[in-house]
């Protein structure tokens, strides 16, 4: 099963933000979702440190980019991913430009995501912001198969392409041949007629001698 998921980023130059936690990112992605009729995103500790350590790596780098192993690290049983990430100086200014890409509100709107993760670092007044999206086989909790899929970028740029993990990764059953009955043991042959005494032979000869003349 092929899952895309896009990713994107923004960049925004406004005034300054006052330095606040994801709560409040978590609180709009899951108001707009509300407007929509949509389930809301339940905030994952994994994907969530995932998140804050690539924006901590985008405040130090100075520029936004997406992590290209979007899948390393997860743990929970996904089926598809997607990243938003974004830099400015006025959060709502960052969250505007997201509800006006299209690929940025496609991750936000996607029914079909469960989870998110949330990371934020600010460098004087300039927020690095990363979003990271989940959608958790079974739509339950993240757990179950803790192998991380392979991935590989696909399709046009922009887009993120990874292969879900199986189902399960249990080893099949050791299956062993029946074993082979034991050998029976070789027959013991029936004892063989002691050997005629001389005596008897003679006599026996003498009698059939004196029977036919």
């Known amino acids: 099963m092929l899952a895309l998921a896009v990713i994107a980023s923004v960049g925004l130059w406004a005034s300054p933000v006052h330095a606040q936690g994801p709560g409040e990112w ?3 992605v899951n108001d707009l979702r509300s407007s929509r009729g949509l389930a809301p995103l339940r905030l994952d500790a994994n994907l ?17 980019s997406h992590d290209p192993n979007l899948a390393g690290g997860v743990t929970a049983n996904w089926t598809k991913l997607g990243e938003n990430v974004g830099t ?8 505007q430009a997201f509800l006006n ?3 940025h509100l496609a991750n ?12 934020t670092t600010f460098v004087g007044d300039r927020e690095f912001v990363v979003h990271r999206f989940m ?13 991380t899929p392979e991935a590989t970028t696909s399709g046009p740029a922009g887009s993120f392409g990874a292969l879900a993990p199986s189902a399960s990764n249990a080893s099949p059953p050791t299956t062993h041949p029946p074993a082979e009955p034991d050998p029976a043991p070789p027959s013991t042959p029936a004892n063989p007629p002691p050997p005629a005494e001389p005596g008897r032979v003679a006599a026996v000869l003498e009698a059939l001698r004196d029977a036919t003349g």
């Open 101 to 103: 890409s299209p690929p």
């Open 108 to 119: 936000l709107v996607d029914p079909q995501f469960t989870h998110i993760g949330i990371g």
């Open 48 to 64: 969530s440190a995932l998140a804050q350590r690539w924006s901590e790596k985008m405040a130090a780098d100075g520029a936004i």
């Open 88 to 95: 400015g100086t006025d959060r709502q200014g960052i969250w």
């Open 135 to 147: 959608a958790v086989a079974g739509g339950g909790s993240p757990g179950g198969d803790s192998t």
């Open 26 to 28: 978590l609180r709009m």
